[in-house]
């Protein structure tokens, strides 16, 4: 998925003062991670987790080959407003009390419609254990609680979980307008 069109800081909605509050999120193997706001000083923290990532989530979140992050692009993801441009992660800690970003989700309001364009993306030792799912509904629930009326994000027709997750969560999948390798999913709020 490509990352949404960033738009400008300007205009927007109040804040969702909720965000600033960590939420515990439990997966199926037993482990918490907590779902919180991202921050600036993620800087490392975000290059590392794309990094880590392998190249087909990589390039299941993106939409092009890239191993990290350009700077421009890393300073976008982690210089949010929380308002127009709203991202989460989910942070793991280890027994050691190391921290890693286990998943990253977000969205950005778009200039041309109400509608806010989604990306999703857990770390491959992450996957199948029900953090996706919790993240995109903790996602979903901040934008329905910031008046957003639909979430929209484009997936490659290949990418049979995203699919798989977006029925779960009761959203809708149609053709996309310009590229038949795409899906547009949708959430209406
Ligand atoms: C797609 C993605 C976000 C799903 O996250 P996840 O944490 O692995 O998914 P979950 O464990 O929460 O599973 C949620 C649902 O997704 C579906 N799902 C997950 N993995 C699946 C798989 N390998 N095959 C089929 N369906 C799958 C299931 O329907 C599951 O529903 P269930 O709760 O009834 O079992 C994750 O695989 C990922 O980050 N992929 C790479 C990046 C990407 O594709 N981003 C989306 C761009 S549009």
Known sequence: ?????????????????GLRQP??????HGRSVTIRPVQPDDEFGEQAFVKGLSPASRYSRFHFG??????????RMIHVDQ???????AQATDDVGDE??????????????????????VADAWQGLGLGRQ???????????NGVPRLFGDVLRSNLP??????????SLTRHPDDWTLTRASCTL
């Open 100 to 121: 890693e970003i286990a998943a990253d989700a977000r969205y950005v309001l778009r200039d041309d419609s109400d509608d806010g364009e989604f990306a999703i993306v």
């Open 162 to 171: 995203m699919i798989a997750l977006v029925r779960r969560l009761g959203g």
């Open 66 to 75: 890239l191993r990290e992050l350009p700077p421009a692009l890393l300073s």
């Open 1 to 17: 998925m490509m990352p949404p069109a960033f738009t400008s800081a300007a205009g927007g909605r109040v804040a969702n003062l």
């Open 135 to 145: 993240l995109m509904q903790h996602l979903l629930a901040l934008a329905r609680r």
């Open 83 to 89: 308002r127009r441009h709203v991202a989460v992660v």
């Open 23 to 28: 939420a515990a999120a439990t997966l199926w």
